[in-house]
């Protein structure tokens, strides 16, 4: 039973730890992971898939959108 409380209380106290920075700061939240919010891949001018996908398809005229979404719907039939 004392290896369990031990283990509890050594749980509580390293999750506490890790959680210092958070609770210390004024705008207490985790970093940003996104590829988009990164400052060192926006300075490669590296962007997410998502944003990528976005551009793209805001270059290509309509007809070109269409012509890539009947080959895309034939890949899948198959």
Avoid: W
Avoid at 37 to 54: F, V
Avoid at 56 to 63: F, K, P, Y
């Amino acid at each position: 039973m004392s290896v369990l409380i031990i283990s509890i209380i050594f749980i509580g106290v390293a999750v506490l730890l890790l959680s210092i920075k958070l609770i210390l700061k004024d705008k207490g939240e985790f970093p940003s992971t996104h590829v988009g919010g990164n400052k060192a891949m926006q300075e490669r001018d590296i962007s997410c898939h998502t944003s990528q996908h976005r551009e793209q398809n805001n270059e290509l005229n309509l007809a070109d959108r269409l012509k890539a979404r009947e080959q895309n719907n034939k890949y899948q039939l198959k």
